[in-house]
């Protein structure tokens, strides 16, 4: 199990350092880090420290910068996803691309060229060997929406082998799987290692990482801080190896010149928002929402951290009235809303500033004076006996333009011709117009310009400083310890955690964050 | 707020399919050897300047018009109401099944408008199930609606068949509405009131679905239906709504043609104008006022064609190559018009 490389021979893959930069962001930065043959080497890192983006570069999906990748000590540039199978290089990405009415082997068909043949039983032959080699039996006939999502991940890595068979990629592969599913794939990645393949096994959960590692590298805002082998972390013992790690992935960065501003303060008196026992009608492939228990004062703001697609947004939709309440109690202001629709939830004071602002929190192609009104159609002075009040409605969009200083042409500009602070400082100012008692944020600052993040923590502040309470989603851990009172912590559709804010709260949080207890 | 450049912009992307369809039919009829030239002549002539023709024409365009109507309404509301043929025959059969009946009882100020209330609120109802498919479990309601044209269309010949049947006639057609009970005149022609009707149904709608908060739930919904759902729309009811409206306003039509035109309805009738006035009103972009406009072409080319086929020795189909040709330009110049701004988005 442990790693076994020869000192000579070139590792399989070599970053050497590697940067990729987006528009305001370094995703990588300088990265190097070998990958051998015959070593699962697991890559840890939570929201936005630029595992997706390794990704990417690994399988052909984006270029480097700057920097070079070499394979068996050759330099080599991928063009394209394909060039990186060509190569090799086989990826399990977090969302499934397998297609639900087709059989298993039907979707290992998929993708080939109208030249290439449909002959079944070369395919079938292959199906059985590469199973072997995993150690798994798997039906080729059944529908694949027939088998357990443990079995839909082996076909993914089927798939992912055909053409990999020197490397093979698998992104947060265990996030959606049963702790037996777990251990199953893990006996079968150590089948394909001692095979000889290289394994990069990309996770934000730490027991995972250090159970099926033989090396551990963690990423942090895109740099690579540190690289552990296996046999250093177990000679150090379990605990210990598992704080330095925690505190690697978290720890705020000691070039940090100024601490972030303490949370306003704020008196504790009857929670304005109380949810017992919620659960919620989820998805199959989605995070199922359970068991949420909190409650939130007039004032207070409380963080919800996690990793990205753990039940944030499913329990932002619950709370808003999105998604229908199975079980359990939502009270605002002590009356039992969760059997209430959008609108009511509303009116009684609860606003819910979404994450996705051009997919659902607004209409690119209708003007900003709609827009701002979306969740007021028909309501007076806009509207009266249901006719439309053109000067009223002109009036109030150029006056919360101006309020709100949104660059924008007029009333009537579409939406989508606003740059994105623009739109979310526009749906910031819907959403906390009139009497906000509630407000649940949504990642309110991620994907925006340093200057309209700012002015939504400011408002977030002042919101909460007179009086709003507000539920803070965000990716982003060190804005959420620089905003909240309290902080939730999300995984797998549970709340795992409630930690008060303070100078261990980082290190608490993280430790919740990668599945640890607090 | 809408400059001059942009409304002339907006003028040739919708004319020049048409322009583009009349010259490729043209270079078509020069292949079969006919003159293009007095072609379209007769066309605008018997469509357009002789006063029967003219007549004709408006005749025509007043179920066309309704039915873009309830199109409006279910398009702007994102949904593809696709069954209007079904929905105008069902409504058409009753309308005729129920108004000699009415006629012979009741005035005629209140025969005529309750025989059109059964035939839009029967329409509607033919309409339900595809409404609740679709806001219930989703399901594609281009399909439900198709499909719901078929077995509308078999009903109506069964009533027709069946249980209203005229005794009286040989080829199985429902009891016929007598002339002097059908909609009045206007001012001595022979276009009815059916066109009154229709153009102020048509602007209604316009008018309700661009200045009122209930259009502008629609257009939400149409918009996105996850926009809808985030600021808690109630999809249901306005889904029930755009199908009750969109199918009833097609049932208008069928009644309005019944009522002013035929009298009867014969078991093999099915005029199936819906299937054309869909690309016209997409010509027309959902606008109510283009619709009009490109309805009232379309009936001139209809009727007018009619002869210049006849005169030309080329069979009636003809006119569906011209339609196509339209409908082939418009989605030309929409792909090419949608290419720039791609560009600079991508």
């Known amino acids: 199990m442990s790693a076994q490389h020869q000192g000579k021979a070139p590792p399989l893959i070599r970053f050497e350092q590697v940067t990729k930069r987006y528009p305001g962001v370094l995703a990588n930065d300088a990265i190097t880090l070998d990958l051998h043959a015959g070593e699962i080497h697991a890559l840890l890192g939570e929201n936005g420290a630029g595992k997706s983006t390794l990704i990417a570069l690994l399988s052909g999906m984006q270029q480097p910068d700057a920097g070079r990748l070499l394979i068996d000590g050759q330099a080599v540039r991928f063009s394209s996803p394909r060039a990186a199978l060509q190569a090799g290089i086989g990826t399990v990405y977090q969302h499934s691309a397998l297609v639900p009415s087709l059989t298993v082997l039907e979707n290992l068909m998929l993708g080939r060229r109208w030249w290439q043949g449909r002959r079944q039983s070369a395919t079938r032959r292959r199906f059985t060997a590469l199973c072997n080699d995993l150690g798994v039996r798997l039906p080729a006939d059944a529908l694949l929406s027939s088998l357990s999502l443990g079995e839909r991940q082996m076909v993914e890595i089927v798939k992912a082998l055909w053409e990999g068979r020197r490397l093979l990629i698998l992104d947060e592969a265990s996030a959606m799987l049963t702790s037996a599913a777990v251990s199953d794939l893990q006996r079968s990645l150590t089948r394909l290692a001692a095979k000889g393949m290289a394994i990069l096994f990309v996770t934000h959960k730490l027991p995972e990482a250090l159970a099926f590692g033989d090396r551990v590298s963690i990423l942090r805002a895109g740099r690579l801080v540190a690289s552990r082998s296996a046999a250093d972390l177990h000679r150090r013992g379990a605990e210990q190896a598992q704080s330095e790690i925690i505190s690697l992935m978290f720890d705020a960065p000691s070039t940090a010149t100024a601490a972030p501003a303490p949370p306003p303060s704020f008196q504790e008196k009857a929670p304005v928002l109380r949810v017992q026992g919620l659960r919620a009608a989820c998805g199959e492939q989605e995070p199922q929402l359970d068991g949420i228990d909190f409650s939130l004062s007039a004032g207070e703001i409380l963080g919800v951290a996690g990793i990205d697609g753990n039940g944030q947004r499913q329990l932002a939709e619950a709370l808003a009235g999105q998604r229908t309440t199975l079980a359990g109690r939502i009270e605002l202001g002590g009356e039992a809303v969760q059997a209430k629709s959008v609108p009511q939830r509303m009116k009684r004071g609860l606003r819910y500033l979404t994450d996705d602002r051009l997919g659902e929190g607004s209409l690119p192609a209708f003007p900003i004076s709609l827009n701002l009104l979306l969740k007021r159609v028909g309501d007076a002075p806009f509207w009266r006996q249901g006719v439309e009040q053109p000067r009223e409605i002109e009036a109030y969009a150029q006056q919360t333009i101006s309020a709100h200083n949104i660059r924008a042409p007029g009333p009537h500009t579409p939406l989508g011709s606003l740059s994105g602070g623009n739109v979310q400082k526009l749906l910031l100012a819907r959403e906390l117009e009139g009497q906000p008692r509630v407000v649940i944020y949504n990642k309110p600052t991620y994907g925006l310009d340093f200057q309209t993040q700012q002015l939504a923590q400011e408002a977030i502040r002042r919101q909460a400083a007179s009086g709003v309470a507000a539920l803070l989603i965000s990716p982003d851990l060190d804005e959420i310890l620089a905003l909240s009172h309290r902080v939730a912590v999300m995984a797998e559709g549970r709340i795992v955690g409630i930690v008060n804010n303070g100078p261990d709260a980082r290190q608490t949080v993280g430790r919740l964050v990668v599945g640890g207890t607090a | ?346």
Not at chain 2, 211 to 239: D, F
Not at chain 2, 256 to 279: F, K, S
């Open chain 2, 1 to 346: 707020m809408t400059d001059i450049p942009q409304i002339v912009g907006r003028l040739l992307q919708a004319l020049l399919p048409l322009l583009l369809a009349l010259a490729c039919g043209a270079l078509l009829l020069l292949l079969l050897e006919r003159d293009p030239v007095s072609f379209y002549a007769t066309i605008i002539e018997r469509g357009l300047l002789s006063r029967l023709g003219l007549q004709e024409s408006l005749t025509r365009s007043a179920p066309l018009l309704l039915l873009a109507a309830g199109l409006i309404v279910a398009f702007r509301a994102g949904l593809w109401n696709l069954g209007v043929d079904g929905q105008f025959l069902l409504a058409a059969v009753i309308t005729a099944a129920l108004a000699p009946g009415l006629a012979a009882t009741l005035p005629p100020w209140l025969a005529l408008p309750l025989a059109m209330l059964a035939a839009f609120a029967v329409a509607a109802l033919w309409a339900a199930l595809p409404a609740f498919l679709k806001a219930r479990y989703g399901v594609n309601e281009i399909i439900t609606t198709l499909m719901m044209t078929f077995l509308g269309i078999s009903l109506a010949n069964l009533l027709i068949k069946l249980p209203f049947n005229d005794p009286a006639t040989t080829s199985p057609q429902t009891l016929t509405l007598a002339t002097a009970d059908r909609l009045p005149r206007l001012l001595g022609s022979t276009v009815h009131l059916g066109l009154v009707i229709a153009l102020l149904a048509l602007l209604l709608v316009h008018w309700a679905m661009t200045r009122t908060a209930l259009g502008l739930r629609l257009r939400i919904l149409g918009a996105n239906p996850l926009t809808a759902r985030h600021v808690g729309l109630p999809v249901t009811g306005l889904t029930f709504l755009a199908f009750g409206l969109s199918a009833g306003l097609a049932g208008l039509a069928g009644a309005v043609e019944i009522l002013g035109v035929w009298g009867t309805v014969r078991a093999d009738w099915n005029p199936a104008y819906g299937m054309l006035v869909i690309p016209l009103v997409f010509l027309a972009r959902f606008h109510g006022g283009a619709v009009i406009f490109f309805v009232f072409v379309f009936a001139v080319l209809s009727i007018g064609g009619e002869t210049a086929a006849r005169r030309a020795d080329l069979p009636n189909y003809f006119l569906l190559v011209l339609v196509a040709l339209i409908l082939v330009f418009l989605a030309l110049t929409e792909w090419l018009s949608a290419r720039p701004l791609m560009r600079k988005r991508g």
